[in-house]
C-alpha cells in the first residue's frame, strides 16, 4: 500500500512538480543507472536537489531511488520523519552522531545491500546558490569501498538554490540544469577516489549554462 | 469582390457547412453506427477546408523531411544524422501539439500560448542576471501570464493592449523600490521588462488572433494564426537553406557569423512570394495590405531572430535549454516569432481586420 503510494507520489506529484519549477533539462541522461547496487554523487543547494533527482529517472527505476538526508534534521519531526521514510524513501546519515563512532552509514549500506540507487551529497549540507563546491566528506568512498561493484554516478545540478534556496519557504520557478557524468568506480584508494569525484563534478560544472546569480 | 459580398459568402459557406454538419448528424442518426469515427468526420466537417489541407500539407512536408533523412541514414552511414532526426521528429510532435490546439478552437489555442509563455519566460529569467532579492520580482512575472491570458480568454482587447506594456511596466521598477533594490536598478529593470514583452506580451498576439470572428477571414482566425506560424518558420527554413546554399557575405558576424545576406535575402524573396500567393487563401489581405505584410513579415522574422541571437551572445549561451530535442529551448524556436506575431496582427487590424 504504502509502497503503491509511494510510487503515485513520485510518478504524479513530484514530477509534474519538478518539471514546473526546473525544467528538469538534464543532459548526459544514458549515464543514469538503471539499477542497484549504485551511487549517485550530488552537489547540494537546496531540496530542489532531491526532487529533481526523484524525478529524472526512467519509471521502471524510480522505486529503488533513496536519497540519503540528515536524520537530526527531517527525522526530528514525526510527521515529516514518517513522510520522509516511507514516501520520499530517505536513506538516514545521523550527522550529529559521527564524533560518537557510532556507524552512521550503516543505513545506507543496507539500501545498497538491498539492490537501491542510493543519492549521497558528499557536500553534506545545503551551500548558497552560488557555484562553489564545498570540501566533500569522504562517506560516499566508504560506501563505494563497500560495494566495489556499484558505479559511482556524479551529477552536477545547476541552480536549484535559486529555485529554494536556503531559509526560504516559497519556490520560484527557474531553469535547472542537471548535468550527468560517466560512472566511476572504486579502484582502491579512498584519496584519490574523492579527487576523481571532485574533478568529475567541477568538469560537468564547466559544461553547465553560466549562472547568473548573486 | 466587395467587403459586404466577401464576408456575404464566407456566411454563406459557414452556414452551407452547418447544414452539411446537420446532415451528417441525421445520417449518423439513422445508421447507428460507428459513434467515434462519424465523431471525427463531424468534428473535422465543422472546420475550414483551407485551414485542413493547409495543415495536411505541413504534415506531407515533414513527412518529406522525415523519408529524406531515412534516406541519407542508409545512404550515407558513416555521418551521424542524430541531430536531423531528432530535429524532425521534434517538428512532428510541435505541429501535431499546434494543429490539435488549432482545430479544438480559441480555449485550447490560448492555453497552449500561456504555457509556451511559461516556458519561455522561465528560460529567460534562468539566464538573465538575476538575484536573491529578486526573486519577488521573477515570481511577480510569472504571474502576468494568467493576466495576460485572462484578458484573452475574456476578449477584453483594450486592457491587453496596455496590461503589460503599461502597467506591468510600471508596476515592476515599483516593486523593486518596494524592496529596496537599487543596485543595478534600470539594468535590472528592463531584463524584466524585455521577458514580459517578448515572451508574454508579443506571443499573446498568437492566441489573440483566434477571436478573430469566422467571417472576417476566408478560414477563421485559426487560418490567420496558422498561416503566421507557417510564414515565420518557413522563413527561418528558407533563410537557412538559402544560406547553405549560396551563403557567402557575412550580415553580422557579430552576432550570429552563420547568417548571410545571401541567406537573408533568399530568405525574404521565397517567404514573400509565399505570403503573396498562399495569403488570400487563409487572410483577408489583399493589393497593398498583402504586398506590405510579404515585405515585412520575413525581414521582422530575421530581426526577431537576431535580436535573441545577440541577448544569447552577451549571456554566453548557445540554446536557451534542450527541451526541445535537435532544436534547443523553447526560446530558440520562437525568437522570430516574438517579432513576427505583433508585427502581423497590427497589419492585419490596419488593413483587413474590423474587430481589432
Known sequence: MIRWLRWALLLLVARPIARFLTGADVTGREHLPLKGPAIIAANHNSHVDTLLMLSIFPAKAVMRVRPAAASDYFLKDPVIGWFSRNLVGIVPVARDKVATGEDVLAPAREALAAGDIVVVFPEGTRG?????????????????????????????????????????????????????????????????????????????????PPLRWS | MDDARFKDSLHAESLDRNARLGNLRRAAASRGGNESLDQITRFLDLQHPHLLWGLGGVFGLVVLGAVVAGVLTVVNPRKDYTELRQRIFSWVIMIALLSAALLLGWQATTALFAVVSFIALREFLSLAPTRREDRLIVLAAYLAIPL?????????????????????FLITPWLMAVIGQTRG???????????????IYNIGYVAFLMRTPPYEAPAGGAGL??????????????????????????????????????????????????????????????????AVVAVVLPAAGFAGDVTMSAIKRDIGVKDTSHLIPGHGGILDRIDSLTFTAPIYFHLLAFFALEKF
Open chain 2, 225 to 290: 494564426v496558422f498561416f503566421l506560424l507557417v510564414a515565420t518558420e518557413f522563413n527561418d527554413v528558407a533563410q537557412y537553406v538559402w544560406g547553405k546554399l549560396l551563403g557567402r557575405h557575412k550580415i553580422i558576424p557579430r552576432v550570429s557569423p552563420n547568417k548571410t545576406w545571401e541567406g537573408f535575402i533568399g530568405g525574404w524573396i521565397t517567404t514573400a512570394a509565399l505570403i503573396w500567393f498562399a495569403g488570400p487563401l487563409f487572410t483577408p489581405l489583399e493589393g497593398l495590405g498583402l
Open chain 2, 148 to 168: 495576460n491570458y485572462a484578458f484573452i480568454a475574456a476578449d477584453i482587447y483594450g486592457v491587453y493592449l496596455v496590461l503589460i506594456p503599461v502597467y506591468a
Open chain 2, 185 to 199: 536598478f534600470l539594468a535590472s529593470a528592463s531584463m524584466f521588462h524585455w521577458g514580459l514583452m517578448t515572451c
Open chain 1, 128 to 208: 548558497d546558490a552560488s557555484d562553489e563546491m564545498a570540501r566533500l566528506k569522504s562517506g560516499v568512498a566508504r560506501l563505494a569501498e563497500a560495494f566495489p561493484e556499484a558505479p559511482v554516478t556524479p551529477v552536477w545540478i545547476q541552480g536549484a538554490g535559486r529555485v529554494l534556496p536556503k531559509g526560504e519557504v516559497i519556490p520560484v520557478p527557474m531553469n535547472c540544469a542537471v548535468l550527468v557524468g560517466a560512472p566511476l568506480r572504486w579502484h582502491g584508494k579512498r584519496a584519490e577516489f574523492m579527487d576523481g569525484l571532485r574533478d568529475a563534478l567541477l568538469t560537468l560544472k564547466d559544461q553547465a
